[in-house]
């Protein structure tokens, strides 16, 4: 039983989709391949006819200004994305993300496309492009479009893409101004499969003293990527306090829907200790975005 | 339609073409006989397939071939460069040489490949940049430190050009005297092979015309097999051979101990695990005999699962066995209880539990028999027992033991899990009918269900005190989880039974453990042997009992600690080698030289939810067989014609360093320097039976088997050149590679040829028998000798998330003499390690006996980023019938870290651990409920 019968690789996006849509079937898009072939090897996914590798497409590797964006593409591999400078200075917390997934050889592999692909609501770069406010560039047979980064998501697991007939480029950031920073961390325990119990991505624009603006993304806290919008919205204008804290935290907690995960970490000890978490990422990037 | 690829590897260009689902890993091993390159677990979890894609470090398992396309590939045999004829290492193979970090070798491709790549692109790292870089590159032999230190001292001689720095940090034995050889710092025999990726191990094998084997599991946990149906596997084409129970041609059960644990399960008999074997096949190549497994179809009268050893010896469980479900009640007695509670001042009684662990070898099981013209079999396997694999290999063919031959591969990794017959007597079963080589090796998901585990324990203790801490009663219940088969666990209990009283010097005494069959998989041997389990308990409970008193915890240590002189609970009266006070006085010392009052919690000003403290724990486990069994190895010692020596036994290297001890001692005996001693260890043709590599006793016995070997053919060269020369024997002397004879100086060629002249072959087998030991219940010495150790860990926790992490440990070992201290330091560092992830890291589950953690990625083994800072302190008592008054190292270093963990944990927070693995959101939980919020 070979995992798959033929492997193409195209090198535009355009000859990429035009495989996805004619290859014999069942024809899936790899990239860094860490979790497919994991699926492959031990049974989650059936194997495949065609494999279409996305790295030789010149387009999905490209990291670079373009206008006022930072534009990062999907099979841009994870370290790549933590050690470039850009990234460094426009999305701190995609590069402190960046440095969590796996582990170094895997991330060398690994794409950011991937990470995202996958739809988990508690992916270290889910959660840092959620807050990060990123959008996603989608080809299709029918040309490419794009679509804000939450809309990729339909479930836990569950992509709202057509994979028979589309994948994801890249993504789009805003460059960062004066006053912005962002800012990633998480909580895991040692056991069991490495998946975060809790991470949280802040990403905020000061105006002296006060919040100008402020995104907070936590995961797992939905089924989807989840933003904490009724906390961002306590917060837009006012100081950074011990009460407006307590207060944000509140109206987190209020919106958020922790869950239980067997072996990893149950609703109430996520509730417990988001706050720990969601304080620390907030006032990391309020100092630095002083 | 295939497509090309071109690459180009260590410097070579090669064109291929395609394969369907083929790896990078694969194309490097498969097609160019890159086998340096190892399959760990084929889940990108352990990264022991490390090679350089254009430059950055990759796993290979996961990589598919053909992206590989136009790239530079890079692996571990290409990092040496060949200068005029010789081989020279790259500075960083010479340093993990030099500094001890080779043990196993398995990982150590991967190792250096991960860290080549980080030099290449930080000539200067950090401590912490090493870490990063190395985070997810597994060592199971864990010598983490050793590692860190290696790439520290490559990195200096590749900066600085000079040549790599020797470990300055291990000192040589204090008791090395007058010893050239033993007690100093020399690297293993075989070191050079494993960091150029030259080792071979099984799976790196390669015959003509062999064919690949495959299991198919049974995957339930309990019921009778009511259908097997192979016809379509059969048809398949590339399939050589299915076979069932009925084609057994001898014994049907195999096992340690007990014959209890059938080879095949046949039509109508019970599966009694998941991991049990219905049918075995035999195919052109591995994805064949893969899909013929899936075609075979299997039906069951399943039935009620025994998921618990509390469970199982409950009235009315089902019985798994004929004679029921105790394997066996194991007691120990002395004093009177009642007595001895009435007694006391205080008693405390508590419970724990200890979880199943895997031993998470990097190198998964894999085993070649090869059929002989003559009749004969050879079967290639890394095995801790190789004459006991070909004995049960024999039975299970109907065969005479001597038409098996065992040749005892390089081993990735042992820790116990490689005494038991895993592939060994399927592979040989195939290849007798197809008369062809077949190779049975294990996926990391088959090698997690199907091989047994460390015993999960339930552990009750009840201890009693005088006020001013003198331990009057102890008594214990213990019940162990051993699962659908015997194999070790009657013998694993009893020691977690007897060494269940903790190292101390107690009047009156009680155990009884039930070790119990229960429907998970089978548990057995696992470095500690029971005595991991147990000492957590009762060091948990020293801890519980010092606090109740009021005393210091240390000082009650001491107090009741086991000297020269005192009676353990099974009788046995200690005459020597009793160095437990040292360890507890040198490790107390070293730790309130860094903290004066280590015990109390800091605060991080900091971080205010980070509290800083320390925990501590003692221990003692004995070395060898004991309990009345025969403890017996064999080696022999020859002289070769060109001066150097040879010796051999079957007892087996896992990694733990046995063939550099037998080398540095049969070069002291000999006066040479130890590269003039080559070691051949695990052919049951060549090599004399050494006996189990258990329970500690390989330094011991092949130690005093080699020694005696070597002190004997120096005595025969003695009496033929004393006889020749004239002079009385003791004035020839052995020094510096010469033999001194009355004015004449002869090297060993030349007493080579004086000994062949005058009729004599210079080889000598000696056959080595330690002191008789009596069985468990009879009084007198059990055990020839104990080794002990007390271990100290300093712990960070967030009292937030209840998160853990362990900072620095001390651990010192009794090891009576440290004949071969680069490979203790490994054992030591590997100690801890393992001792660590069982505390914080590993949970093996099963779940109505069906394995959870069947993944590496599920079942974590701890890595570099979780080493705390390790000081190792050697204290040597040396016991007098031990070889230079050596003892066991390999299990009591593991010991004391759990508890050392748990106790810092409670001393940080006032939980207290008794589950294992700590749970760190029970911990969160425990303090968030206790402060009403």
Redesign the interface.
């Known amino acids: ?7 193409v ?1 195209p090198s535009s996006v355009k000859e990429a989709v035009q495989a996805l849509v004619s290859a014999p079937p069942p024809a899936v898009p ?1 990239a860094g ?2 979790d497919l ?2 699926d492959l ?2 049974g989650r996914h059936a ?1 495949v006819h065609t ?1 279409i ?1 996305l ?1 030789f497409v010149d387009e999905m590797k490209r990291l670079e200004l373009r206008g006022n964006e930072l534009f990062i593409g999907a099979a841009v ?1 994870v ?1 790549r994305v933590a050690a470039d400078p850009l990234v460094a200075a426009h999305a701190q917390a995609l590069v402190e993300a960046a440095n969590l997934i ?5 991330r ?2 690994a794409t950011i496309g991937g990470n995202v692909a996958h739809a988990l609501p508690a992916a270290d770069g889910t959660i840092a492009l959620t807050a990060l406010n990123a959008q996603a560039e989608v080809a299709s047979p029918e040309g490419t479009r794009r679509m804000p980064f939450t809309a990729l998501f339909a479930g836990p697991g569950k992509s709202s893409l057509d994979k028979s007939r589309e994948i994801i480029v890249g993504f789009y950031l805003p460059q960062a101004r004066k006053g912005q920073a962002s800012c990633f961390k998480r ?1 895991m ?6 998946l975060p119990i809790l991470n949280c991505s802040v990403w905020l624009e000061r105006e002296g003293d006060l919040f100008k603006e402020v995104r907070v993304a936590v995961g797992p806290g939905g089924s989807t990527p989840f933003r904490a919008a009724e906390a961002e919205a306590f917060l837009r204008g006012k100081p950074l306090t011990e009460e407006n804290f307590s207060g944000a935290l509140e109206a987190l907690l209020a919106q958020a829907k922790f869950r239980t995960s067997a ?1 990893r ?2 609703a ?2 996520r509730r ?2 988001v706050g ?1 978490l969601f304080k620390d990422a907030l006032e990391t990037a309020w100092g630095r975005a002083a | 339609m295939t497509n090309k690829i071109n690459l180009t590897v260590n410097g070579v260009n090669k064109t291929f073409e395609s394969l369907p689902g083929e790896t990078l890993a694969s194309l490097l091993r498969m097609r160019l006989h890159l086998t340096g390159t190892k399959i760990g677990c084929e889940e990108a979890e352990c990264g022991a397939c490390t090679v350089l894609v254009d430059g950055e470090p990759t796993m290979s398992c996961v990589y598919p071939a053909e992206r590989a396309d136009g790239k530079t590939i890079v692996t571990i045999e290409g990092l040496a460069q060949r200068v005029h004829e010789e081989m020279k290492l790259h500075p960083l193979q010479e340093a993990f040489v030099e500094h001890g970090a080779v043990q196993c070798g398995f990982c150590i491709p991967g190792q250096i490949m991960t860290a080549y790549a980080l030099l290449k692109r930080n000539p200067n790292p950090t401590s912490e940049e090493i870490r990063f870089a190395l985070k997810d590159t597994l060592c199971r032999c864990a010598g983490y430190p050793s590692i860190e230190r290696a790439i520290i001292a490559a990195a200096q001689a590749l900066r600085t050009g000079e040549p790599v720095q020797k470990p300055t940090h291990i000192p040589d034995s204090a008791r090395g005297g007058s010893h050239k050889a033993v007690g100093h710092k020399f690297h293993r025999p075989e070191a050079v092979e494993k960091v150029t990726g030259a080792a071979i191990y099984t799976d790196d094998i390669v015959l003509d015309g062999m064919l690949f084997a495959k299991v198919k599991r049974a995957m339930i946990p309990h019921g009778f097999l009511k259908k097997l149906d192979i016809s379509k596997a059969k048809a398949l084409p590339g399939v050589a051979a299915v076979l069932t129970a009925e084609d057994i041609p001898g014994e049907k059960n195999h096992g340690l101990v007990v014959y209890d644990w059938p080879i095949l399960v046949g039509l109508g008999e019970r599966v009694r695990y998941v991991g049990d074997a219905l049918a075995i096949v035999a195919a052109e190549t591995q994805a064949i005999a893969e899909e013929a497994v899936s075609l075979i179809e299997a039906e069951f009268d399943l039935q009620p699962v025994v998921t618990n050893a509390v469970m199982a010896k409950q009235d009315g469980a089902p019985q798994l066995h004929e004679k029921g479900n105790l394997l066996k009640h194991i007691k120990v007695r002395k004093g009177d209880m009642d007595k001895g509670f009435a007694e006391a001042d205080v008693i405390l009684e508590h419970t724990f539990h200890t979880p199943p662990n895997d031993h998470a070898f990097i190198e998964p099981e894999c085993s070649i028999a090869e059929p002989l013209p003559d009749g004969r079999m050879n079967i290639y396997v890394g095995s801790q027992i190789p004459y006991q694999d070909r004995a049960q290999v024999a039975r299970a063919l109907g065969w005479e033991e001597s038409r098996v031959r065992v040749i005892g591969q390089l081993m990735g990794g042992g820790f116990g899990g490689k005494e038991d017959i895993m592939g060994q007597i399927h592979s040989a079963m195939l290849a007798n009918v197809t008369q062809r080589p077949v190779k049975l090796l294990f996926d990391r998901q088959e090698s997690l269900i199907v091989h047994p585990k460390r015993h999960a324990t339930q552990i009750t203790v009840k201890v009693g005190a005088k006020k001013d801490g003198r331990i009057v009663a102890m008594q214990t219940e213990l019940y162990g989880d051993t699962g659908a088969y015997a194999s070790l666990g009657e013998k694993v209990m009893t020691r977690a039974t007897t060494h269940s009283a903790g190292p101390y010097d107690i009047e009156h005494v009680r155990a009884d453990c039930y070790a119990m069959y229960t429907n998970n998989p089978p548990a057995g041997a696992f470095r500690g042997f029971g005595v991991l389990q147990s000492a957590f308990a009762v060091e948990s409970m020293m801890d519980m009992l010092a606090e109740k008193l009021g005393m210091d915890r240390i000082q009650l240590r001491r107090m009741n600690a086991l000297r020269v002189g005192s009676v353990t609970n099974t009788g046995q009266v200690l005459r020597d080698s009793v160095g437990l006070t040292e360890c507890i006085d040198k490790v107390e010392a070293e730790m309130k030289r860094l903290d004066p009052d280590p015990f109390t919690p800091k605060v991080d000003p900091a971080n205010p939810n980070l509290v800083r403290v320390w925990g501590f724990a003692a221990a003692y486990k004995n070395t060898g067989l004991g309990g009345g069994a025969p403890d017996i190895s064999g080696a022999d010692v020859e002289l070769y014609e060109d001066g150097t020596f040879q010796v051999r036994s079957s007892a087996a290297e896992l990694g733990q360093g046995l063939v550099t001890v037998m080398r540095l001692v049969v070069s002291e005996e000999l006066g040479v320097t130890p590269d003039k001693v080559s070691v051949l260890v695990m052919d049951t043709d060549l090599t004399p039976n050494g006996g189990p590599t258990t329970a500690s006793r390989q330094t011991f016995v092949t130690g005093n088997a080699s020694r005696l070997a070597a002190k004997t053919l120096r005595d025969q060269i003695s009496a033929t050149m004393a006889e020749k020369y004239d002079v009385r024997p003791e004035q020839i002397r052995f020094e510096d590679g010469i033999v001194h004879v009355n004015g004449h100086s002869m090297t060993f060629a030349e007493v080579y040829k004086e000994m062949t002249a005058a009729g004599q072959k210079p080889c000598v087998r000696y056959e080595y028998e330690a002191p008789k030991t009596q069985p468990l219940g009879a009084g007198g010495d059990m055990h020839f000798a104990f080794s002990f150790a007390a271990q100290a860990a300093q712990i960070e926790l967030n009292k937030l998330t209840g998160e853990v992490r362990v900072l620095k440990v001390i651990s010192a070992n009794d090891v009576g003499m440290a004949i071969n201290p680069l490979g203790l330091q490994g054992q030591v560092e590997g100690g801890v390690m393992m001792g660590l992830g069982h505390c914080l890291t590993e949970e093996f589950i099963v779940e109505d006996g069906q394995v959870v953690t069947d993944r590496l990625a599920r079942y974590r083994v701890p890595g570099i980023m979780l080493t705390p800072e390790i000081t190792s302190i050697i204290v040597e008592h040396p016991v007098e019938a031990g070889p230079y008054g050596a003892k066991g190292v390999g299990e009591v270093s593991s010991i004391p870290t759990i508890p050392a963990i748990t106790n810092a944990i409670y001393n940080a927070v006032g939980v207290r651990v008794d589950k294992l693995p700590v749970d760190q959101e029970l911990i969160a939980r425990q303090l968030w409920e206790r402060e009403g919020k």
Do not use: E
């Not at chain 1, 796996?102 to 895997?106: E, H, R």
């Open positions: 039983m070979n995992l798959w019968q033929k492997y690789r790899i391949g860490t072939m994991l090897k031990q194997p494999l590798d790295t591999a370290n796996a582990g170094p050889q895997v060398n592999a909580i325990r040692p056991q069991g499969v490495a072996r970490a149950s109430d000890y417990h200790i720990g």
